[in-house]
């Protein structure tokens, strides 16, 4: 496929590079729906474009991809119809509004909310190809606990959990933790948490989770393994800008670049490229 | 291409040809005649000859522990990839020592041969039996569902029971065998040491529990206990812990 397609595509504009590098891959995942993974992954990707960097999104929620939603993209081609044959990789890595680059699912995917072998190794597959390309790969990943989810989770280098003060939230984000730790034996995971009332909540919301997992899940790993450590990546004001952007279907970036949610996000992508 | 008289190598004195050959003899494995079957066909069979010997434990007939560990990573591997659940068991015989010490050591070595046959008898094909080493054996169990996991291992745990060895005539002893189990993680390249490490921290509960029981790690756990709950939403709610 010619690169002549993605004519603005800054995977494009960067011929051969020098040396083989390769995408950090960070997986967007929470327990809970609705806390804002996708708002995040969109935002987040967005703010690391405007820091230069080649970033692309891949929505790994198979079977109910929200991603074109939000970005308010229609997309003619999709993962399926990569994986169906029906068209090339190339095709379907499009441009988002916010500078970055998305491989959207679209919803003929429903079909492999079950994971195959051949979807692993088909998604194992793209992201290979395209890793050199870029500087980071944004997996946003379904929610809850189940085998799509977890595989997208295991092919990240690093996962990011989403949670927000709620309850429900902060026990499905726990309950997740768990699994990432005691099956995937993640020793480091990142935390977001959105939607806080007051500064420093994340803070407290992750020395409470540190606090349940050191009791709690630590002693259900083997002996000698590390404690599993939550690391704070920033914390996402509740705005009433972000409930206006989803709604308009913008970027919240674009709509209301100095509202305390746009800061919040860009503290984040700041930290995770530093 | 080489003479066909000579395919081994031109200096036989660095080979111990004389050895190995030997060794096939004493342990069971007759080889082809070679003067029938040829020298290509005839070296095929000493090496797949020698190859089985060096993945066997003489005593038991089961795989030994260096088979056992190619097994394991391979199993890794696969795992890795196509995340089918994997079962690792560790099985050690209760109190082996008193059978040595009140029959003997010709009587254990009798007991260690009938566990393996057990043992054997309770595997599928594609399944791996080894003797770990001493009285402690292990199993691979590929494309074993979780949910199947502490059947299987009660499974193992009532053959070796209900076994009886004949030590002498007329007196027979039996033993128990203590089980730990763990699955590997499921598309996540674990490493070896670490999986049978799990399996062995299950053997030790089984064992402290009170032995001749099976015990599995519990498969992933996505429920939150009422405990947990309340330390997460308890008295320090609102305390800065970082």
């Known amino acids: 496929m010619s690169l002549s397609v993605l004519p603005t595509d800054p995977a494009a504009a960067d011929p051969v590079p020098s040396a083989p590098r390769r995408a950090r891959i960070m997986a967007v995942t929470s327990g809970k729906g609705g806390v804002g993974k996708t708002f995040l992954s969109a935002n987040l990707a967005a703010a690391l474009a405007r820091r230069g960097k080649r970033v692309l999104v891949l929505d790994a929620d198979l079977g109910l991809a929200n991603l074109d939603v939000v970005l308010n993209l229609f997309p003619k081609v999709t993962l399926h119809d990569v994986f169906t044959g029906k068209n090339t990789l190339e095709e379907a890595i499009l441009h988002a509004p916010g500078g970055f680059s998305v491989l959207l699912a679209g919803s003929g995917l429903v079909e492999y909310s079950r994971l195959t072998p051949e979807i692993r190794d088909q998604l194992l597959q793209i992201i290979d190809t395209v890793a050199p390309r870029f500087d980071h790969i944004v997996l946003d990943t379904g929610a809850g606990i189940s085998d799509v989810v977890l595989y997208a989770v295991s092919l990240a280098d690093e996962v990011l959990v989403v949670a927000t003060p709620e309850p429900t939230s902060m026990t499905d984000a726990y309950a997740l933790i768990k699994v990432l730790a005691t099956q995937q034996e993640r020793q480091e995971i990142r935390l977001v948490v959105n939607q806080v009332g007051r500064v420093g909540e994340g803070r407290v919301i992750r020395g409470q989770l540190q606090l349940v997992v050191d009791r709690f899940v630590t002693p259900l790993l083997p002996p000698g393994t590390l404690a599993p450590r939550l690391d704070l990546v920033g914390e996402v004001p509740l705005d009433p800008a972000v409930r206006e952007a989803v709604k308009r279907r913008q970027l919240l970036l674009e709509l209301m670049p100095g509202c305390g949610a746009s800061q919040g996000v860009e503290a984040i992508a700041a930290r995770l490229d530093a | ?242």
């Open chain 2, 1 to 242: 291409m080489r003479a066909r008289t000579e395919p081994i190598a031109s200096d036989h004195s660095t080979l111990k040809l004389a050895d190995a050959l030997q060794l096939l003899q004493r342990s069971g494995h007759p080889l082809p005649d070679r003067a029938q079957v040829g020298d290509v066909v005839w070296l095929q069979a000493l090496i797949d000859a020698l190859c089985e010997l060096s993945s066997r434990d003489p005593l038991t007939g089961l795989s030994n522990r260096r088979q056992f560990e190619l097994a394991l990573a391979s199993e890794i591997d696969r795992v890795a990839r196509a995340g089918e659940p994997a079962l690792v068991l560790m099985i050690d015989i209760d109190h082996f020592k008193k059978v040595n010490d009140t029959h003997g050591h010709p009587a254990g070595d009798l007991v260690l041969k009938a566990v393996g046959q057990a043992l054997q008898e309770c595997i599928r094909p594609m399944d791996t039996v080894a003797r770990f080493g001493g009285e402690e054996f292990a199993m691979i169990l590929p494309n074993c569902p979780p949910s199947f996991g502490q059947t299987v291992a009660e499974r193992v745990r009532l053959k070796v029971a209900a076994r009886k060895t004949d030590i002498a005539p007329g007196q027979h002893v039996s033993v128990t065998v203590s089980i730990g189990g763990a699955f590997a993680p499921q598309w996540v390249r674990s490493s070896a040491p670490l999986w049978v490490e799990r399996a062995d921290q299950q053997l030790y509960r089984a064992k402290a529990e009170g032995r001749d029981r099976a015990c599995l790690e519990q498969p992933t756990v996505s429920n939150v206990s009422a405990e947990e709950k309340g330390l997460l939403f308890g008295t320090s709610k609102f305390q800065d812990l970082e």
